[in-house]
């Protein structure tokens, strides 16, 4: 068989991560790698340097999930590919399944290298680059999950039953998703001011502080021009007005919700300036008028190319776990989505 690093020819490295660190170090939902892969075997190097929390990893074939599985304490050998036909040539990816988890920094998944019995043949580009940054709702959290479950754990996130994978699968783009559970614009679910999506937005991996990640990067000044995107699209709000509803206070901080959304699309625009920027609207019992009226300050102040997109609200017959979308809402919304951007983009 032979053997290669993560960081060789053909191989396409997924997500935004500290590509010059060895191993690669994946910690956003959907971080990972894919290659164009003419063989029987195909097997991937991953350590794991803390046991808990579970980092869950998917591998797909064409776009097809074949097995997923947690990372393992230590370094060890895992088969992406087994027994197939030595002729076809097929797209193998493997990505992060769980997302980054700010309370345990130290967590993370480390790939060293392939081994496979075949060639990796070289990737064509993809029709788009998008950004997605979210919440839990980008995180896919209670997407593959039991309905009525309520467990808070890291097995029930997924990066392959999210609207970012359905929408991306439908328009051949390629994504990077910056999603944190509980997260908003200027705060948490609790309005605990840490827990934002924008402060460390110009980093690797922003929300991830201490030695630990510091040590791997993730707070590193991120180089946008590395992977220009075309689009980046911002699902917010949900955890800002909810913390304000919970406390009664929306009417007194909604100037303040808007002014840091206003912010914050405009740091987006500076550091991608060619990227059309779409706000996913919150649902409609968590004022969507917020983010309307942020995006439309915005185009006032000259900031071209940003537009609002309407998602139908989630239903009881939607749910999957802890009150969040199940893959088939998720899917409809995906591809909801992707014919508004093909709109856009013209792809």
Excluded at 130 to 136: A, H, K, L
Excluded at 290 to 304: E, F, L, P, Q
Aim: net charge negative.
């Amino acid at each position: 068989m032979t053997e290669c690093n993560i960081k060789s020819e053909n191989i396409r490295l997924l997500g935004r991560l500290d590509a010059t660190q060895t191993p690669i170090c994946l910690d956003w939902t959907g971080s990972g790698f894919e290659v164009l892969f003419k063989g029987e075997e195909l097997w991937v190097e991953l350590e794991a340097p803390v046991r808990k929390p579970d980092m869950w990893v998917l591998a797909t074939v064409d776009g097809h999930p074949v097995t997923r599985f947690p990372v393992q304490e230590g370094r060890h050998w895992y088969p992406l590919v087994l027994g197939m036909s030595a002729d076809n040539t097929r797209k193998v990816t493997l990505m992060k399944e769980t997302q980054a988890m700010p309370a345990a920094p130290e967590a993370t998944v480390m790939v060293h290298g392939l081994r496979y019995e075949g060639e990796l043949v070289p990737l064509p580009e993809p029709a788009l680059r998008i950004e997605f940054i979210g919440d839990s709702l980008t995180s896919g959290e209670g997407a593959l999950a039991p309905k009525d479950n309520d467990e808070w754990i890291s097995l029930w996130f997924t990066a392959c039953g999210n609207y970012s994978h359905y929408a991306c699968k439908a328009l051949n783009a390629e994504r990077r998703v910056l999603s944190q559970s509980g997260y908003g614009v200027s705060w948490d679910w609790e309005m605990k001011p840490e827990g934002n999506m924008s402060e460390g937005y110009r980093k690797i991996a922003g929300v991830l502080k201490g030695e630990a990640a510091e040590k791997r990067g993730c707070q590193k000044d991120y180089d946008f021009t590395s992977w220009p995107a075309d689009v980046v699209c911002v699902r917010l709000l949900t955890n800002d007005i909810g913390a304000t509803l919970s406390q009664h206070k929306e009417a007194e901080l909604a100037d303040t919700i808007t002014e840091n959304c206003v912010r914050f699309l405009h740091t987006i625009r500076e550091c991608n300036p060619t990227a059309k920027i779409v706000w996913i609207l919150p649902d409609s019992k968590t004022h969507p008028s917020v983010a309307i009226h942020a995006v439309n300050r915005c185009m006032a102040d000259g900031v071209g190319n940003v537009s609002c997109f309407v998602v139908p609200d989630c239903t009881e017959a939607d749910l999957g776990a802890r009150q969040h979308p199940n893959a088939a809402y998720n899917r409809r919304i995906g591809l909801m989505l992707a014919d508004y951007l093909r709109s856009l983009t013209g792809c």
